[in-house]
């Protein structure tokens, strides 16, 4: 029986030979061609995205990452920004500020993010601000609406997107006190954005000149809220003003609903978040704010949405709502100014955010946006809304009763309060 | 502050205190009669209350025509069998976590702690795959909800429902732990395990027995809450915690202490919630400072797991 190496002609040399040559092509072939895309290819722009995934945030926190990665994802069927094609991380910030802290500090000195994204608790909003400003990092607080975000609380490298306690309050007191009545109770979560919020909403009340007879302050992650509901019930108010969150909020809206205590006294809550009520829609009561809805009558409103709902078909909520939106126009609008920047360089990018104005069309409000340069929050459209008795499908929960511009809901507290350093004195960074 | 207004607040206190006991029954059990710190007690809690919005809500996996005979069915109907048949379902769980515990016995109570926060996550993320991450609200049958007129204010309707069974459940963990063979074969487990089998009992079964009943109990408070709290993914981790402290209040292992810890940790958490709304969170937390600085076993406690 003949060997095979004899049958074809091969000796075991030229074996050796062939394996060798072989060997030494693959061995340089990859390294190089590796070596041409290096030269190639650039360096990919990487966000941060801080966003909750659990406590009370947790489901918002992933409804506003679900708008981010949205943006991202667009901008990467593009080709990406000045070439550079964009990346992402993200961690659960736990709705915790001490989370925030560290997992901040880790996606800038350690994973090379050159900017972060996401905020929904004003807390661990305040707590990745700490961190952004000590690296000069550019931070986009999405979601967090407490006012002192763009007032004690702001910073060069930050920017606030969402409407605050104060432009909600603006677009829904002055009306209130006088059709409905002067006697108001607050109840305010008992954190920053609760503070806050209902500050802004008792000086907008006695602006109106009426009167606050008692304010209830609710600790985070309370569940029965019987005991404030028979205090509210005592001091028999004309008007209630929520200022409560997250899971918080649902838990309330159940209580008040069982005892169908919404029809005993009018209530306004200041901010709706479309995650809070998606779930728990048969307690939608009372009038609310919101700064986007995805039935909005407006041109692109429709597209973003099938967009959206293309991106997401198994998402827990099945339309974008405000916290979606929020990511996704932040995002949007960040890799906007690095393109008009043409850099990633943290100065020249908030150079192109300050100030910077958003046409109505381009994101789907009302009313033209601009980003103020001595706040650095986005000054919006504010929609106030109620429950929807005529729904075209099942996810029209809101009637849209009032659209207020977005100088008529200015946050002057803000200006005030709002001590920025001077952009010079801001670290300068880049990735 | 007339005696008018205090008297609601009183008597809101004593049912959120009844509640709370419920919660901290199957609690105690466990960790008083098999001293083990059962962490996975909140997200055994969560699946009760996820297992009988399905039955209540009809959304089995049945055939559709099953179901849809089934929500034919009144609703009180399905609420009644929701609250015998979800601790039912529930338990099983129980059972594997008692087989994955058994390692854990007689070595450092961190081992037993470690283990049931790793299944209380595990439970936690099966709730998310399985129901998502969306509220649930649970069916109320229409003569147990709304609200009724009382002392000119009103009051939710079910809440007196659910302090009401919270009563029964109590007493008949009272009287199975009291005042049975079992009961008696429990305790002496506890206190001496050994010749417990030395007198030919088997002691793992017994153990099983015991786990099976404070899940089941874990259980049942999830469906009587499940109306008053909503259903969400982490809605165990809201009853875990008071659940931990009104144990270490009354006592490990006691079950009057249980009882008594759940009812003072109601009256404190709701007349502030009154009248000092801010400190309504945090007053449960005082007592208990305020108890163990002065009876470190608490009310009526005994040496037990926490001091080893």
């Known amino acids: 029986m003949k060997r095979r190496s004899d049958t074809s002609g091969l000796s075991r040399r030229a074996l050796v030979k062939g394996g060798l040559l072989s060997a030494t092509a693959t061995f340089f072939g990859p390294w190089q061609h590796t070596r041409v895309l290096a030269q190639g290819e650039k360096k990919p722009i990487k966000l941060g995205l801080t966003c909750d995934a659990s406590g009370q945030y947790g489901n918002s926190g992933q409804d506003d990452m679900r708008g981010i990665r949205l943006a991202i994802d667009e901008f990467n069927a593009k080709g990406g920004v000045l070439g550079r094609k964009i990346e992402w991380t993200t961690a659960d910030t736990e709705t915790n500020a001490a989370t925030g802290t560290r997992i901040a500090e880790r996606f800038i000195t350690q994973e090379q993010c050159g900017f972060l994204i996401g905020a929904v608790h004003s807390g661990v909003a305040n707590a990745i601000t700490q961190v952004a400003n000590k690296y000069g990092t550019i931070y986009f607080n999405t979601n967090s609406s407490a006012p002192s975000e763009a007032g004690e609380n702001c910073s060069r490298i930050k920017f606030v997107w969402d409407g605050n306690g104060t432009n909600f309050s603006k677009a829904a007191v002055q009306n209130a006190v006088q059709k409905i009545g002067k ?65 918080d909020m649902k838990a309330l809206r159940q209580q008040i609903s069982a005892l169908k205590l919404e029809e005993k006294t009018a209530w306004i ?43 997401y078909p198994q998402s827990p909520i099945p339309v974008p709502g405000n916290v979606s939106y929020n990511g996704y126009i932040a995002t ?22 300050e100030g910077h104005k958003m046409l109505a069309a381009d994101r789907m409000q009302h009313f033209d946006a601009y980003i103020d340069p001595v706040t650095h929050q986005v000054q919006q459209t504010i929609y106030l809304a109620r429950r929807n008795a005529k729904p075209v499908d099942k996810t029209d929960l809101y009637e849209v009763i009032s659209w207020t511009r977005p100088e008529t809901a200015v946050d002057d507290a803000s200006l005030e309060k709002c001590k920025m350093k001077a952009l010079a004195d801001v670290p300068v960074f880049d990735t | 502050m007339s005696l008018l207004n205090l008297l609601p607040h009183l008597l809101n206190g004593i049912a959120l205190g009844l509640l709370f006991s419920l919660i901290a029954l199957g609690f105690m059990l466990i960790l008083g009669l098999m001293e083990q710190i059962n962490l996975a007690h909140g997200s055994l809690f969560a699946l009760g209350a996820y297992f009988a919005y399905a039955i209540c809500g009809a959304k089995l996996p049945l055939p559709p025509d099953v179901l849809v005979a089934w929500a034919g069915v ?113 305790k002496a487990g506890a206190h001496d395990s050994e010749i417990v089998q030395a007198l030919g009992i088997d002691l793992t079964r017994l153990r099983v027995w015991v786990f099976v009943l404070g899940t089941m109990l874990a259980a049942f408070a999830g469906v009587i809450m499940a109306p008053l709290w909503g259903i969400r993914p982490h809605m165990g981790v809201d009853a875990v915690v008071p659940a931990f402290l009104i144990i270490v209040l009354g006592g490990v292992g006691s079950f009057w202490g249980a009882a008594l810890g759940g009812l003072l940790v109601g009256m404190v958490v709701g007349l502030s919630g009154a009248y000092a709304s801010e400190w309504s969170m945090l007053s449960m937390y005082l007592l208990l400072i305020a108890v163990v600085t002065f009876r470190a076993r608490g009310l009526f406690g005994k040496k037990s797991v926490l001091e080893a």
């Not at chain 2, 009401?164 to 008696?184: C, D, L, Y």
């Open chain 1, 183 to 247: 006697k108001w109770l607050l109840l305010t979560n008992d954190y920053v954005w609760g503070h806050t919020t209902s500050a802004a909403t008792k000086a907008e009340v006695e602006k109106a000149g009426g009167q606050i007879i008692d304010n209830l302050l609710i600790p985070q992650s309370t569940r029965d809220f019987t005991s404030y509901l028979l205090k509210v019930q005592q001091a028999k108010p004309d008007v209630v003003a929520m200022a409560v969150g997250g899971d």
């Open chain 1, 269 to 311: 809550n200041n901010q709706q978040d479309w995650p809070d009520i998606w779930g728990a829609e048969d307690t939608l009561f009372g009038v609310f704010g919101t700064n986007w809805y995805h039935l909005l009558p407006l041109p692109g409103v429709a597209e973003f949405v099938k967009r959206w709902q293309t991106t």
């Open chain 2, 74 to 186: 009144p609703l009180g109907l399905r609420f009644a069998t929701a609250v015998v048949v979800a601790p039912i379902l529930v338990a099983p769980f129980g059972i594997v976590l008692e087989r994955l515990m058994r390692r854990t016995y007689g070595r450092d109570p961190l081992y037993g702690l470690l283990l049931t926060f790793g299944v209380a996550m595990v439970l936690e993320e099966l709730i998310r795959v399985v129901w998502g991450t969306r509220d649930y609200m649970m069916p109320v049958p229409r003569d147990m909800s709304g609200g009724f007129i009382m002392l000119d204010l009103i009051w939710s309707t079910y809440r007196f429902w659910a302090a009401g069974m919270a009563v029964v459940a109590m007493g008949a963990v009272w009287f199975i732990v009291e005042r049975t063979r079992f009961g008696a074969m429990v």
């Open chain 1, 332 to 353: 949007r609008e960040l890799l906007r100014a690095i393109e008009r920047a043409g850099t990633t360089s943290n100065h020249a990018v908030i150079k192109q955010l």
